[in-house]
């Protein structure tokens, strides 16, 4: 299995996961709870990272009516504009005034949508940090149960060239 294969891993498939069985092997109940807990531990992130994703969804989506709204903000400003110039002095300050509690209005939902999708950035940044941290720690384990079995094979090769040696010297000494 190649590091491509194991990012498209799901628990499914670390349940399903089957090792050879050889002789002075790994704890078979104790190899299945650690894949059950890897399995567990991918589908919590997988939930995770879709709560963060349909979050993001949301966020985006209040940010395209909060630009609508500043547009038909926008829009209303300019109407009012036109019409001040239209109207006595009288009416062209309570029009300045309807402008400014419109432009200020605007500038801090403005405000308010880019805190949220700052908060939103940081967190999808946060996910992914701890998304490639499960990553190394799962390629870490990986690495150390290769090399494990790679001492078990080597311990199993010198094991069988001794039992060979031995029983050649059996065959060749003479008999008493």
């Not at 001040?84 to 002095?89: G, P, S, Y």
């Not at 001492?151 to 029983?167: G, Q, R």
Request: glycine residues 2%; proline residues 1%; negative net charge.
């Amino acid at each position: 299995m190649t590091m491509g294969d194991a990012m498209r891993m799901t628990p499914l498939d670390i349940q399903q996961m089957v090792f050879k069985v050889v002789f002075r092997g790994y704890d078979k109940e104790e190899v299945n709870r650690f894949l059950e807990e890897i399995a567990q531990t991918v589908e919590l992130l997988n939930r995770d990272d879709a709560v963060q994703r349909e979050k993001i969804v949301f966020l985006e989506q209040q940010l395209a009516e909060l630009k609508r709204t500043e547009a038909t903000l926008s829009s209303t400003l300019l109407s009012a504009q036109s019409l001040a110039e239209d109207v006595k002095r009288n009416a062209h300050r309570e029009a300045d005034l309807v402008i400014k509690e419109a432009e200020q209005k605007a500038g801090e939902m403005i405000h308010q949508a880019r805190v949220e999708l700052t908060d939103t950035q940081r967190d999808l940044t946060a996910l992914q940090k701890q998304r490639l941290l499960m990553v190394e720690r799962f390629r870490a384990s990986l690495r150390m149960f290769e090399r494990m079995l790679e001492v078990e094979e080597h311990e199993a090769f010198h094991d069988a060239a001794t039992a060979s040696a031995e029983k050649l010297e059996g065959e060749s000494s003479p008999r008493l």
